[in-house]
């Protein structure tokens, strides 16, 4: 006899029935989806998951003295769209959210969080440990994909504010950000006006990734496989945290 189960999932509260062997099946047979965690989970393996910086970045960096104002615009864009790390968290933030005033709220929240870390340490000279930092964005998300799951109102019986934790793991990913550009010896000639323009560089980043996850977002949640695939997807999320967070524990103790 098939069993029956409830999901419910917190953002939008909408009470989802699955028939347990049937959406199984067709998690199973979804070979894309597989794809995209086998492939994600391998980028997550890698060095290059984390929010590195290329070479030729790095020597701009070091060698830069004055205002670069355009320069250090196109090096924070390009630092966020090619953070998979941030990108998997904001994925996960508006996975279940539907309305602009709902997406914008939570975006900005997780800006607010990441800029002021971002500013206030690179600016102040406050130094966290980058691998327990990107600990804990890996940790980020694995608690969103949880919590697109309902397990936090399941296991421990209430949800979680999730607009505080958005801002909390935001100031997280901003000293993250920060580690980064820490690494550097950063001239003081034009310091302030450089590490503003570059987050405005990873705001506008941001934007651009959030346009580009909406979109694809839209047309999956149009068909019909998106109510069977987002229990997976969000496994995948959640495994692609544990492997990051991984990652960065066993090199805070080996390297």
Known sequence: MTSTFTMTFTQPRIKVQWIGAQWIEAALRSRWLAFIGAMLLGLVATSAFAHGVAEDDKLFIEQASGMQLIPFIYLGAKHMVTGYDHLLFLFGVIFFLYRMREVG????????????????????????????????????????????????????????????????????????????????TLSQDGL?????????????????????ILIVMGFWRRSGAFWHQAFAANAVLMAAGFVLMGHQITSYFTI
């Open 105 to 184: 709220t939570y975006v900005t929240l997780f800006a607010i969080g990441h800029s002021v870390t971002l500013l206030y340490g690179v600016l102040s000279g406050t130094h966290v440990n980058p691998y327990i930092v990107d600990a804990i964005i890996g940790l980020s998300v694995v608690y969103k994909a949880l919590d697109n799951l309902g397990a936090f109102k399941r296991v421990l019986g209430f949800q979680p504010n999730t607009k505080a934790a958005v801002l909390i793991f935001g100031f997280f990913h901003g000293f993250g950000l920060a580690t980064k550009l820490q690494e550097f």
């Open 192 to 212: 302030v006006p450089n590490i503003l323009a570059f987050n405005f560089g990873v705001e506008l980043g941001q934007l651009l990734a959030l346009a580009a």
